[in-house]
């Protein structure tokens, strides 16, 4: 059984940094997608970034194109989300997935609602302006 935790979340002004990171406990090497999303009040969850774990290739969200990077560390299994130039509109819960689906590159959120998705509990991210 795979378990994801994520860390990293916090209060920061616009204009910063944060670095979310995401330990995976369990069997994860089969995985095929490592992402994360987020979910702001009274919004649908949106996906942020993904990355194909086989290639290492990843895609964003317009949104945060330029602006944030996810990577993975295999040795640590963790998965990180290196955050700039946050603005408030940034501001949501992050949860951290993990997918065994052939589906899985891409960031549509609709892709990720099968039962070969495992999630993390997630963790808050506040943008002030």
């Known amino acids: 059984q795979v378990q994801l935790v994520e860390s990293g979340g916090g209060s920061v002004q616009a204009g910063g940094s944060l670095r979310l990171s995401c330990a995976a406990f369990?069997?994860?090497?089969?995985?095929?997608?490592m992402g994360w999303f987020r979910q702001a009040p009274g919004k649908e969850r949106e996906g942020v970034a993904v990355?194909?774990?086989?290639?290492?290739?990843?895609v964003y969200a317009d949104s945060v194109k330029g602006r944030f990077t996810i990577s993975q560390d295999n040795a640590k299994n963790t998965l990180y989300l290196q955050m700039n130039s946050l603005k408030p509109e940034d501001t949501a819960m992050y949860y951290c997935?993990?997918?065994?689906?052939?589906?899985?590159?891409?960031?549509?959120?609709?892709?990720?609602?099968?039962?070969?998705?495992?999630w993390g509990r997630g963790t808050q991210v506040t943008v002030s302006s």
């Open positions: 990355i194909y774990t086989g290639s290492v290739s990843t």
């Open positions: 997935a993990a997918s065994w689906s052939s589906d899985c590159y891409s960031v549509s959120w609709l892709l990720w609602t099968t039962p070969s998705t495992k």
């Open positions: 369990g069997y994860t090497s089969s995985t095929n997608c």
